[in-house]
């Protein structure tokens, strides 16, 4: 459920921090985390240019 970060492929950039509609993104160390509260929108994962943000599905807990 939510979403996975990628620390390896994250460039720090803060892009999805500003698309995040319940603002549960944050980047500290030029690492984004994930907080509680994802709704699984797939905003982030869409603007991230890195594909650092991979959405994980509710029911299978397997990735998109
Ligand atoms: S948009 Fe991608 S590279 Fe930029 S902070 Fe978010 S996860 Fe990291
Ligand atoms: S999927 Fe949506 S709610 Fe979850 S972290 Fe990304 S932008 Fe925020």
């Known amino acids: ?3 996975t970060i990628d620390v390896l492929k994250c460039t720090g ?3 999805c921090t500003y698309v ?3 603002g549960v993104l ?3 160390d ?3 985390r994930v907080k509680e509260g994802c709704i699984s929108c797939g905003e982030c994962v869409d603007i991230c ?3 650092a943000i991979t959405l994980q599905n509710k029911k299978t807990g397997k990735k998109d």
């Open 1 to 3: 459920m939510g979403v």
């Open 13 to 15: 950039c803060g892009a």
């Open 20 to 22: 995040c509609p319940v």
């Open 26 to 28: 944050a980047v500290e």
């Open 30 to 32: 030029m690492k984004c």
């Open 49 to 51: 240019q890195w594909q």
